[in-house]
């Protein structure tokens, strides 16, 4: 199954501030998150991002948020947030049927929310450097099971290229010089 801007949707889940700094490579998936959302933004693909009970938890990275202008905010309880009414139905709405997802932490909320996405027919496509936990281990781990679930691993190259589906055209042009191009990940330190 190939990805498609047009059927596609970005979903950033739980990059939340106060609990980056306990997450194994959690600046790399804060940075690759907001690389590709970025390029999304500038493709039409909408960009979704969750956060989990805020109030205990604090909000997102704000680096993220700042990255990613154009984004959807929404706050959950329930680990996956396909559980939450309200993001169902916006998703079922909204007519995507693919979803890239990434976040933390990826054997909890990444990973519930991905199950529920499968479960209500969507189709998920794991995005393997911008998905983190406490332990690397228990991420690798998430991952296997997403993907012996119907889950597609992914890398963001592999997400950008298929989006933008060919380079004799001006969104190829315009994403190659600000996306692609010399392209060195912002180091961040929690």
């Not at 600046?27 to 205990?56: H, I, K, M, N």
Request: aromatic share 8%.
């Amino acid at each position: 199954m190939r990805l498609t801007r047009e059927k596609s949707l970005m979903l950033i889940v739980d990059l939340q501030a106060a609990l980056l700094p306990v997450i194994e490579n959690g600046d790399q998936a804060v940075t690759e998150a907001a690389w590709l959302g970025g390029l999304a933004e500038s493709l039409d693909v909408p960009v979704w991002v969750t956060e989990q009970y805020p109030q205990g938890l604090g909000g997102s990275e704000p680096w993220l948020l700042e990255a990613l202008p154009g984004h959807r905010l929404w706050q959950k309880v329930h680990f996956g947030a396909h559980e939450e009414p309200a993001f169902a139905a916006a998703l079922a709405e909204s007519g995507k049927r693919q979803v890239v997802l990434c976040g933390t932490e990826a054997h909890i909320c990444v990973m519930q929310t991905g199950l529920g996405l499968l479960e209500a027919g969507y189709e998920v496509f794991w995005l393997v450097e911008a998905t983190a936990s406490r332990r690397a281990a228990e991420a690798r781990l998430a991952r296997e099971r997403m993907v012996q679930a119907g889950a597609v691993a992914v890398s963001a190259d592999m997400v950008a290229y298929e989006w933008l589906h060919r380079c004799d055209d001006e969104r190829f042009k315009q994403a190659h010089r600000r996306f692609l191009k010399g392209r060195s990940p912002r180091p961040l330190r929690f």
